[in-house]
């Protein structure tokens, strides 16, 4: 009997790490090849892994570790499109859902950059193209269809939010029948967000990747996030801190705002302190540690289980 605790033990703080070595490509005829990161941790037990090119977009899969509660999770990392953050905002994330039962896909995509539009599109597309994958595919994965959300961090919220306010756009041509499939995720986490392009809210890194140096008055005003919520944006859960040095907090507090006008059922939470890219938040002894467990209790709410 101890045995057999011992070895349980060992699968359930191990089998995410194993699932989470499978990887995805996200488009077809698509081979995998290794995307150059570098670790800024001095610890090679504790891996923070920052991917600086990303030669074949793709998922990493991981499968829930708990009872399996059918629900997926795209999760779009953050980095200010200089870096893709993917163990601190990814693999970090994917396995404290896991223990909750949550089936999760780590994004890695293009990166927007020198404000071009193809470089844009490329990353609104991976985004796109990964959640009607997780979809088309949802009996495989043992997820149902329609519960399955996104989840962006930082500059990654900026895509995860886009794609929930417009998700049929036409980033791409169709590749294959899964293209047919719906890209509207259905619910939207945006943790630590940029998500405004205005000056003084915006962090001006990520939007000159975004869209330029030079951005017009015109663009900032039709493609900041907030001004492009509909009735049609996905329920949305929204977590800042309001000693954020990086992100305005003004970014969450627009996008609330706007999802309230629009009658689209939202959760909020600002803490007094986190600053930014915490993650997890578990190595902080600060009430933002629990943000998962409210972004958990606030989803289960969506839909009868």
Same mark, same amino acid.
């Given at each position: 009997?101890?045995?057999? %605790?011992?070895?349980?033990?060992?699968?359930?703080?191990?089998?995410?790490?194993?699932?989470?070595?499978?990887?995805?490509?996200?488009?077809?005829?698509?081979?995998?090849?290794?995307?150059?990161?570098?670790?800024?941790?001095?610890?090679?037990?504790?891996?923070?892994?920052? #991917?600086?090119? #990303?030669?074949?977009?793709?998922?990493?899969? #991981?499968?829930?570790?708990?009872?399996?509660?059918?629900?997926?999770?795209?999760?779009?990392?953050?980095?200010?499109?200089?870096?893709?953050?993917?163990?601190?905002?990814?693999?970090?994330?994917?396995?404290?859902?896991? %223990?909750?039962?949550?089936?999760?896909?780590?994004?890695?995509?293009?990166?927007?950059?020198?404000?071009?539009?193809?470089?844009?599109?490329?990353?609104?597309?991976?985004?796109?193209?990964?959640?009607?994958?997780?979809?088309?595919?949802?009996?495989?994965?043992?997820?149902?269809?329609?519960?399955?959300?996104?989840?962006?961090?930082?500059?990654?919220?900026?895509?995860?939010?886009?794609?929930?306010?417009?998700?049929?756009?036409?980033?791409?041509?169709?590749?294959?029948?899964?293209?047919?499939?719906?890209?509207?995720?259905?619910?939207?986490?945006?943790?630590?967000?940029?998500?405004?392009?205005?000056?003084?809210?915006?962090?001006?890194?990520?939007?000159?990747?975004?869209?330029?140096?030079?951005?017009?008055?015109?663009?900032?005003?039709?493609?900041?996030?907030?001004?492009?919520?509909?009735? %049609?944006?996905?329920?949305?859960?929204?977590?800042?801190?309001?000693?954020?040095?990086?992100?305005?907090?003004?970014?969450?507090?627009?996008?609330?705002?706007?999802?309230?006008?629009?009658?689209?059922?939202?959760?909020?939470?600002?803490?007094?302190?986190?600053?930014?890219?915490?993650?997890?938040?578990?190595?902080?002894?600060?009430? #933002?540690?629990?943000?998962?467990?409210?972004?958990?209790?606030?989803?289960?709410?969506?839909?009868?289980?």
């Amino acid at each position: 009997m101890i045995l057999f %605790r011992l070895i349980s033990a060992f699968l359930l703080l191990y089998l995410p790490l194993a699932f989470a070595s499978k990887e995805i490509p996200i488009w077809p005829g698509e081979n995998i090849t290794q995307n150059k990161f570098i670790n800024f941790s001095k610890n090679p037990a504790d891996n923070n892994r920052a #991917v600086t090119q #990303v030669n074949s977009p793709e998922m990493i899969y #991981v499968a829930p570790a708990g009872k399996n509660n059918h629900t997926a999770v795209l999760i779009i990392p953050g980095g200010g499109f200089s870096y893709i953050m993917k163990d601190l905002e990814g693999l970090n994330i994917a396995t404290l859902l896991s %223990r909750q039962g949550y089936t999760s896909f780590v994004l890695l995509y293009r990166m927007p950059h020198d404000g071009t539009a193809q470089n844009r599109q490329a990353a609104f597309a991976d985004a796109q193209r990964a959640l009607r994958l997780i979809r088309a595919n949802a009996p495989q994965y043992h997820i149902a269809a329609d519960r399955i959300g996104v989840m962006g961090f930082s500059a990654g919220a900026y895509l995860a939010a886009n794609l929930s306010n417009d998700p049929q756009a036409d980033n791409y041509p169709a590749q294959d029948a899964q293209d047919s499939v719906s890209a509207r995720p259905d619910f939207t986490a945006l943790i630590y967000p940029v998500l405004s392009l205005k000056d003084g809210v915006t962090h001006p890194g990520t939007r000159a990747a975004m869209y330029g140096k030079n951005i017009s008055p015109q663009t900032i005003l039709q493609q900041s996030q907030e001004a492009r919520v509909s009735d %049609r944006t996905p329920p949305t859960f929204l977590v800042h801190a309001l000693n954020d040095g990086t992100a305005s907090a003004q970014n969450t507090l627009l996008m609330f705002a706007a999802l309230r006008e629009h009658k689209v059922k939202t959760e909020m939470h600002l803490f007094q302190q986190g600053g930014h890219g915490f993650g997890t938040g578990q190595k902080l002894k600060l009430p #933002v540690r629990n943000w998962l467990t409210l972004f958990h209790d606030w989803q289960s709410t969506l839909t009868d289980r």
